[in-house]
């Protein structure tokens, strides 16, 4: 039997909001709508809950796990999910003029706190890693929008002073010291101490860039819009290459293609293989 809204025991209802029921379960409990109860909350003087502190009171989501079927679904209704170009133009709108007000010092110490030590599994980095590259692979318009950013950003003199001034956390020794060495990710065993063969000279660098047209020999960008000079890549990277008998396997690549090349090693080896077995195998005397 439903309770009339004058009749509803506001003093017995405000009593268990205290000791931690939901409007939901009061709703059940006496009868009465969520919303109707938590109008009458508020005009008794009640203090009402945070959607937060409502939240850490729920305790049916603890441990509980979802299956990959049910994340896939919010994946592809998540990644699916597009406003109109009307929709972005209000919501830009809204924001004009708008500022997120600074971090005070407390709040960026709490957060800092928060955070440190914690690291993600082998696990969960992978699968996030995995997440975006198959996001990226699937959207080239995703690609091109946050390259056209990223090269925009750095157009900005204030951007990039602030990326390479006292700002940039690799200016900090203690930082700088945490990724340097067998720490860094690139690190191959030390093989970057290694010397180059004295024959590598600045001469033989220019006639292997005039050799191919000064262009990268990967992605065809020419030296005018590289930004520097092209670098020279040796496709086996063997630095004493050119001595003990060695023959030259140089190419000229652009910095984008020749720091891939660092990070991907065997990958690029591959692809550069044809090149490589022309240039070192002598099939006549084979």
Known sequence: MTMKAKFLPIKD???DYENGLSTSKLSEKYGMSAETIRKRLIANGTKM?????????NQHVKGRTLSDEHKEKLRVAGYSRINSSETRKKISESKIGKKRAPFSDEW??????????????????????????????EDDDLRKKRSEQTKKQWLNPGYRE?????????????????????K?????????????CPKFTERLKESIREEFGRKCFICGLPESKNGERLSVHHCDYQKSQGCNGQRWSLIPLCHNCHTKTSRMKWFYFSMLRDYWIYEYIDFFNF
Not at 128 to 137: E, T, V
Request: hydrophobic share 30%.
């Open 184 to 196: 860094c990710w690139l690190w191959k065993g030390g093989i970057s101490f290694e010397p180059y």
């Open 108 to 137: 960026k110490e709490k957060l800092g706190a928060s955070l440190r030590g914690k690291k993600h599994s082998e696990k969960s980095t992978q699968k996030a890693a995995a997440s975006l590259k198959r996001r990226y692979q």
């Open 162 to 182: 602030r990326m390479s001034g006292a700002n940039n956390c690799m200016s900090r020794p203690e930082v700088r010291a945490k990724v340097s060495g067998e």
């Open 13 to 15: 209802i405000a009593l």
């Open 49 to 57: 809950r945070t959607k937060s502190e409502a939240l850490m009171g």
